[in-house]
């Protein structure tokens, strides 16, 4: 289907993936639309694919095909539902936590139930006055004995109201170095959903408030030592954050440009397709290169994270480049649609509006070129991608049957 990745099983991959995603996911998008609901039924049917361990070693149930494994199984989502899409890429979030901060007794207690779909991990990080100020959050984990006591507040959670297990970075000193990282069960008492709040767009994916009432886990749910949670909010972002968004990205954009492909092939004008007139004819050669060029960013940036390499500057490049070419790419679509993708029988209007949703995670555009600004200048503060594969040396992806 696309020349980036010639190996047999990973287009095997990707083939099983799409034909689920128009077998099960498709025929669900109108429901979906409508009723802007959390789709608890489709999230678990999707995590019973044991997509959600494309990262995890099989020694844990997993499918071990590494971020370039991952990143075709979200981008073949997306272009189908871009809330599927991001449903996938979030609770990846949650694996990333455990596979590269868990200890043993942690990872054989949930990686094998979370890749066969029996539990859908988040990562809870952003706080409603600190927002993507990381070292600016304020709830808190207070050592009680062999406890911990939880109180505060989380948004913005992705499979906020799917996930079974809550990854979330709550303050325990000050300064950097008094942030933690924990694991909570959606069923401990203290623990508390905020109600669904329906968004622009992204319908059937949840991304809401998670609240702590003195919410009391054992020692044993801490993730690695305390003062750690920084590395594990920030690597979570970098390493699988960005990448998984630029997939969601990738797969929307696909999704774009083969849609309006349709569409001026179908519409006919002056006795001939739309696409005849030589300013569509451009317009679609635009589409065309944007997610040539998209697809080739995102591919290379996990290629190298797979490998081993450091490759932050390569990740930061890949979300920016595919956010915003989806961005300027649904724009050009939307004008060669007309007053005809403004209507719901079409699914453009659906893509503007998903497409929106993948700017701010993980970093908005600006913070992106900021970043990209400091490797130009030689300022970069070191390289995320390096520390954890010294610690934690992604496996070679395990052949694909």
């Given at each position: 289907?696309?020349?980036?990745?010639?190996?047999?099983?990973?287009?095997?991959?990707?083939?099983?993936?799409?034909?689920?995603?128009?077998?099960?996911?498709?025929?669900?998008?109108?429901?979906?639309?409508?009723?802007?609901?959390?789709?608890?039924?489709?999230?678990?049917?999707?995590?019973?694919?044991?997509?959600?361990?494309?990262?995890?070693?099989?020694?844990?149930?997993?499918?071990?095909?590494?971020?370039?494994?991952?990143?075709?199984?979200?981008?073949?989502?997306?272009?189908?539902?871009?809330?599927?899409?991001?449903?996938?890429?979030?609770?990846?979030?949650?694996?990333a936590k455990i596979v590269h901060f868990g200890d043993e007794e942690q990872k054989k207690n949930w990686l094998p139930a979370v890749c066969t779909g029996d539990c859908l991990p988040t990562i809870a990080v952003t706080e409603p006055e600190s927002g993507g100020h990381v070292l600016g959050m304020a709830a808190s984990a207070v050592r009680d004995g062999d406890d911990y006591i939880l109180q505060g507040r989380k948004v913005f959670v992705g499979n906020s109201h799917v996930g079974d297990l809550h990854g979330v970075i709550l303050r325990t000193g000050p300064g950097s170095h008094g942030l933690s990282a924990f694991l909570v069960e959606s069923d401990r008492p203290g623990f508390s959903l905020g109600?669904?709040?329906?968004?622009?767009?992204?319908?059937?994916?949840?991304?809401?408030?998670?609240?702590?009432?003195?919410?009391?886990?054992?020692?044993?749910?801490?993730?690695?030592?305390?003062?750690?949670?920084?590395?594990?909010?920030?690597?979570?972002?970098?390493?699988?954050?960005?990448?998984?968004?630029?997939?969601?990205?990738?797969?929307?954009?696909?999704?774009?440009?083969?849609?309006?492909?349709?569409?001026?092939?179908?519409?006919?004008?002056?006795?001939?397709?739309?696409?005849?007139?030589?300013?569509?004819?451009?317009?679609?050669?635009?589409?065309?290169?944007?997610?040539?060029?998209?697809?080739?960013?995102?591919?290379?940036?996990?290629?190298?994270?797979?490998?081993?390499?450091?490759?932050?500057?390569?990740?930061?490049?890949?979300?920016?480049?595919?956010?915003?070419?989806?961005?300027?790419?649904?724009?050009?679509?939307?004008?060669?649609?007309?007053?005809?993708?403004?209507?719901?029988?079409?699914?453009?209007?659906?893509?503007?509006?998903?497409?929106?949703?993948?700017?701010?995670?993980?970093?908005?555009?600006?913070?992106?070129?900021?970043?990209?600004?400091?490797?130009?200048?030689?300022?970069?503060?070191?390289?995320?991608?390096?520390?954890?594969?010294?610690?934690?040396?992604?496996?070679?992806?395990?052949?694909?049957?």
């Amino acid at each position: 289907m696309h020349g980036y990745v010639n190996s047999r099983p990973y287009q095997q991959l990707r083939e099983d993936v799409r034909h689920f995603a128009e077998s099960e996911v498709r025929p669900r998008i109108a429901e979906m639309e409508t009723a802007r609901t959390v789709q608890h039924e489709l999230s678990r049917l999707i995590a019973r694919q044991g997509w959600i361990g494309a990262t995890v070693s099989p020694a844990y149930g997993g499918m071990g095909v590494g971020h370039l494994g991952k990143t075709i199984i979200i981008e073949e989502l997306s272009r189908v539902s871009g809330a599927m899409g991001a449903m996938v890429q979030a609770s990846q979030l949650g694996v990333a936590k455990i596979v590269h901060f868990g200890d043993e007794e942690q990872k054989k207690n949930w990686l094998p139930a979370v890749c066969t779909g029996d539990c859908l991990p988040t990562i809870a990080v952003t706080e409603p006055e600190s927002g993507g100020h990381v070292l600016g959050m304020a709830a808190s984990a207070v050592r009680d004995g062999d406890d911990y006591i939880l109180q505060g507040r989380k948004v913005f959670v992705g499979n906020s109201h799917v996930g079974d297990l809550h990854g979330v970075i709550l303050r325990t000193g000050p300064g950097s170095h008094g942030l933690s990282a924990f694991l909570v069960e959606s069923d401990r008492p203290g623990f508390s959903l905020g109600e669904h709040r329906p968004a622009m767009g992204l319908h059937g994916f949840s991304f809401g408030e998670v609240r702590f009432d003195n919410c009391r886990i054992p020692v044993a749910n801490r993730l690695g030592q305390e003062g750690e949670g920084l590395a594990v909010a920030y690597s979570s972002s970098v390493l699988y954050g960005r990448a998984n968004l630029t997939a969601v990205s990738l797969g929307i954009h696909q999704a774009i440009l083969e849609e309006t492909t349709k569409f001026c092939r179908e519409r006919i004008r002056y006795g001939k397709p739309l696409y005849e007139l030589p300013n569509i004819k451009i317009k679609l050669g635009q589409l065309q290169s944007r997610v040539m060029t998209a697809r080739l960013v995102a591919y290379h940036a996990v290629q190298m994270l797979d490998q081993g390499l450091p490759c932050d500057a390569e990740l930061m490049n890949a979300k920016v480049v595919n956010v915003e070419s989806a961005l300027d790419s649904a724009r050009n679509a939307m004008e060669i649609h007309a007053a005809a993708g403004l209507f719901t029988d079409r699914p453009i209007e659906r893509y503007l509006r998903d497409a929106h949703h993948i700017f701010a995670p993980a970093g908005t555009s600006d913070v992106q070129l900021l970043r990209l600004a400091e490797v130009a200048l030689g300022m970069a503060k070191g390289q995320w991608s390096q520390r954890l594969s010294d610690r934690v040396r992604l496996e070679e992806p395990a052949p694909l049957r």
